[in-house]
């Protein structure tokens, strides 16, 4: 079964500054996808940004880049140049690729709670 | 619609009572996904929908859920007998194609008395 661990409940940034939230997964999979979606309070799921697998170059969106290491099975999130709206729960997500008529459902971590102080 | 849109937001039930929750995904998206996030955690999977059928209901934890989406659009998740465990966020997503990003709703959020 694949699993999503994210160890660190809460982190803590400053304004402007980067921080790095961590993710391990364990698949037996060799095709699936990997996400960080952002919860702020309104409760909606936010796509931060998504890596496939079989892509060996890392995904980058804006102030977001992640550090995928395949073989450690560890899909970490870089915020750079944090901001007071980057204040959220964030969740890293695992899912199957879909071909193949597999379920492409979400499986998600426990979330990290990141603070952003001014 | 502009968004994936839930109703009720909010959802207070007696223990016993039956509750339905009800999701309408964007225009056009084919798949259709249910989760249940209990109070500090991630969402967990519940069911799935390609248009009208039901592929996967394989995360519904017990026969009191039940879920359709008889025309491929609007989909309604039913609770009969709520239970006290039943209280989290029920959160519905969409997307237009099995392998495209899913875009999720605001969630209900259903407690049981």
């Known amino acids: 079964a694949q699993t999503v661990t994210q160890s660190q409940p809460e982190m803590s940034v400053q304004e402007a500054e980067t921080v790095t939230l961590s993710c391990t997964y364990d698949?037996?999979?060799?095709?699936?996808?990997l996400f960080w979606y952002k919860q702020p309070p309104s409760r909606q799921m936010i796509l931060v940004i998504r890596?496939?697998?079989?892509?060996?170059q890392n995904a980058t969106e804006n102030r977001f880049s992640v550090n995928f290491q395949k073989a450690a099975k560890s899909f970490s999130l870089k915020i750079s140049d944090s901001q007071l709206g980057d204040a959220a729960m964030y969740f890293c997500?695992?899912?199957?690729?879909?071909?193949?008529?597999?379920?492409?459902?979400?499986?998600f971590g426990t979330g990290t709670l990141l603070a952003v102080q001014p | 619609g502009a968004g994936v849109s839930q109703s009720p937001r909010y959802k207070v039930a007696k223990r016993g009572q039956d509750v339905a929750l009800r999701c309408d995904p964007i225009?056009?998206?084919?798949?259709l996904f249910w989760y249940q996030q209990a109070l500090g955690q991630g969402p967990e999977f519940l069911t799935y929908?390609?248009?009208?059928?039901?592929?996967?209901k394989s995360g519904l934890p017990s026969d009191r859920f039940f879920a359709e989406r008889p025309e491929g659009s609007v989909s309604t998740l039913k609770i009969q007998r709520t239970q006290q465990e039943d209280s989290a966020v029920y959160l519905c997503?969409?997307?237009?194609?099995?392998?495209?990003?899913?875009?999720f709703g605001q969630g209900t959020r259903l407690t049981v008395v």
């Open positions: 225009s056009g998206h084919v798949s």
């Open positions: 929908f390609q248009n009208e059928a039901q592929l996967d």
């Open positions: 997503a969409s997307s237009r194609l099995s392998n495209t990003e899913a875009f």
């Open positions: 890596q496939e697998a079989y892509k060996q």
């Open positions: 698949t037996s999979e060799s095709d699936y996808y």
């Open positions: 997500a695992y899912s199957l690729s879909g071909y193949g008529g597999a379920t492409n459902k979400l499986i």
